[in-house]
């Protein structure tokens, strides 16, 4: 009995008994040691992306421009004066921002007067700065306008000017005229001539209106 107790011990330790590792780790170190260089990492890349409330919003740009339009056509427009049957005749049409706009046409020309919040005129002598031509203004005037904490502030006015080329034929000459609007002055800066984006090329020069000087001629 006893020889075959002792046989028996011997046999487990010559086979190895297997132990159990404690599974209760009361070290703050992952299991295995250090991490391994990268295991963890503060990237961008591995970061927990935020939420949406976190997020913050993109914000608008201080200097953002735009425009809205008003109408210039006869029909939308209240006439207010006419002589001699129609050869002279003066029209008020609705503008914006408090400005409104006046048609004045005379032997077949036509120019425009920009009456201020205030009440004061401004005239845009279209047919002197433009051509003395026969003329018509467009359909539309374009405002540009400024806009900044919520608050627009119009800062140019683009109208339309067609003109005639020959008086013994149909040909005209279509230009866009680009007008600042300052609390000093509105008055025509630049004339867009018939191009390729001219309407592109207005928009930048009535960006730039407010420090330009008024045309008092043809260019």
Request: aromatic content about 6%; proline content about 6%.
């Amino acid at each position: 009995m006893l020889l075959g107790i002792t046989l028996l011990f011997s046999l487990l330790v010559f086979t190895g008994c297997p132990t159990i590792e404690s599974t209760n780790n009361s070290s703050s170190e992952p299991a295995g040691g250090e991490p391994a260089e990268g295991a963890f990492s503060s990237s961008a890349d591995d970061a927990e992306p935020e939420s949406p409330q976190e997020v913050p919003a993109p914000t608008e740009s201080a200097d953002k421009v735009d425009s809205v339009y008003t109408d210039l056509a006869a029909d939308k427009c209240e006439t207010i004066e006419e002589e001699n049957e129609g050869y002279y005749s003066k029209q008020k049409c609705q503008g914006a921002f408090g400005y409104s706009l006046e048609v004045i046409e005379s032997d077949i020309r036509q120019t425009i007067n920009v009456v201020d919040p205030s009440g004061k005129v401004h005239e845009l002598k279209m047919m002197r700065v433009v051509s003395p031509a026969f003329s018509y203004v467009g359909n539309k005037a374009e405002w540009r306008f400024r806009e900044e904490d919520g608050k627009k502030t119009p800062i140019a006015l683009i109208v339309r000017f067609n003109a005639s080329v020959d008086p013994n034929s149909d040909e005209e000459a279509s230009y866009l005229t680009v007008s600042k609007i300052t609390e000093s002055e509105i008055c025509i800066t630049d004339v867009v001539k018939p191009i390729k984006d001219a309407n592109v090329k207005a928009r930048e020069f009535a960006s730039k209106a407010a420090d330009k000087p008024c045309l008092e001629g043809r260019q």
